[in-house]
């Protein structure tokens, strides 16, 4: 399979050196910095590294009928989902990505009804990806990505009924020598939790609240302990209710109160607009101006120490009729990734996952047409390879409540 990978930042790099070690994949990599790709691409003597702006569909629509490739890979940040999804589908090869086209909060009332919803605009062009025979596969990261498997493996194996999805993210990472450092895209967390978070039930459909509402302590497994998780906005409140029927579905996201604090902080200061402001006749994006006074978390594994966990907390009926609770879940080791890979655990657990699916779509054991997510492909084929790939997940169960 000869794929085309846009973006070789952290997320990028780490793909690059999962798919060295399989024999499946040949890469093309691509990115706006060309001395970027070319170190992504030292993973394998075969990969081959371009300049490529990933605003250009026609550029990337050529990039992959001169390379013959058959899939476009996208690792880049959410701003540049739709003229890729567009390259691909006018290329006419599959496209898969980890964060889908972004959202526009209602005008009126953005803390109670949505607006332009993550991913509409890839869902308003499923047919003509079905026409051209082609899979969009959107959101096939770790979240979203993972934990849409895992809904769809609880559904399928697990439970006969299901009251509530809840995708459930918690770290006890620490980086040394900083005040401040996020361990993934800064514009894509702000973009995240300073949205309205989305919410869905199955009497109201999908609606809003605001910013970290609904705190709640989770308890975390291998030792990371409780953690207080707030809601944010996430695709996988606008993915599961699509193929997986359930009750309720949440996601809520890990921040701790210093990062919150720094989060509302830069909002009040107008620092997450993305609009361009005028400084001393340049024009600039405040958000662009943050990420790039912080350090790039690519470069930050060798500074980081500790365990980040991802899942989906799954609540309902089991297969016997009885109550269940059960938290699928993966563990990504900090150590161990650095040690295995040279990525950090992080954008290393993100990468892992498209690498795995588009190996599924080269043996055939994915397919399909259209725009799909993860919950819409069988789940155990994935899951199986991912503890092939040698890094297992895992499935606690827990006491239901009122049991």
């Known amino acids: 399979m000869r794929i085309l990978l846009v973006g070789a930042g952290g997320v ?57 490739c058959d899939v476009l890979m996208n690792a880049t940040d959410p701003r540049f989902v739709m003229p890729l999804f567009r ?16 959202s526009h909060p209602d005008p009126a009332q953005p803390y109670a009804k949505t607006g332009v919803k993550l991913g509409d605009e890839q869902f308003a062009m499923s047919a003509q990806w079905e026409e051209a025979g082609k899979l969009a596969l959107a959101g096939i990261g770790v979240e979203p990505g993972l934990s849409d498997v895992f809904a769809r493996y609880a559904a399928d194996e697990l439970f006969s009924e299901i009251r509530e999805l809840g995708v459930r993210d918690g770290a006890n990472l620490a980086v040394a020598g900083y005040d401040f450092a996020p361990t993934f895209s800064i514009w894509t967390t702000i973009e995240e939790c300073l ?13 809003t609240t605001p910013p970290f509402s609904e705190p709640e302590t989770f308890n975390f497994p291998a030792g990371i302990g409780p953690v207080e998780c707030v ?8 993915l599961m209710p699509r193929w997986v029927k359930a009750k309720r579905v949440t996601f809520k996201y890990g921040l ?34 943050v990420a790039a006074c912080l350090p790039d978390p690519a470069t930050l594994g060798d500074k980081m120490t500790g365990l980040t966990c991802a899942g989906t907390w799954v609540t309902g009926t089991g297969k016997d009729g009885a109550p269940r609770e059960v938290y699928l879940y993966h563990v990504a080791d900090n150590a161990q990734t650095m040690a295995d890979y040279g990525s950090q655990a992080v954008v290393w657990q993100t990468a892992v996952n498209p690498v795995i699916a588009l190996e599924l ?7 399909g047409a259209g725009v799909l997510g993860p919950e819409a492909l069988p789940p155990r084929p994935f899951l ?4 092939e790939y040698g890094s297992p997940w895992a499935c606690e169960e827990r006491t239901p409540a009122g049991g």
């Open 12 to 68: 990028g790099t780490a793909f690059a050196r999962i798919a060295a070690r399989r024999p499946f994949a040949e890469l093309v990599i691509g990115d706006y910095d060309l001395a970027r790709a070319q170190r992504a691409a030292a993973a394998k003597d075969s990969y081959t590294a371009v300049q490529l702006d990933a605003r250009d569909e026609a550029a990337t629509a050529a990039l992959l009928a001169e390379h013959h």
């Open 87 to 102: 390259a691909a589908l006018a290329a006419k090869v599959h496209y898969l990505d980890m964060a889908m086209s972004l």
């Open 195 to 207: 949205n309205p978070p989305v919410i869905w039930e199955a009497d109201r459909g999908w609606f």
């Open 231 to 238: 809601n944010v906005e996430h695709e996988e409140v606008l």
């Open 256 to 289: 701790g109160d210093e990062f919150i604090g720094v989060l509302q902080t830069l909002h009040k200061l107008g620092l997450d607009r993305t609009d361009p402001v005028s400084v001393g006749g340049a024009q600039v994006s405040p958000r662009d101006v």
């Open 361 to 367: 779509m080269d043996s055939g054991a994915w397919s």
């Open 384 to 387: 199986d390879l991912l503890t």
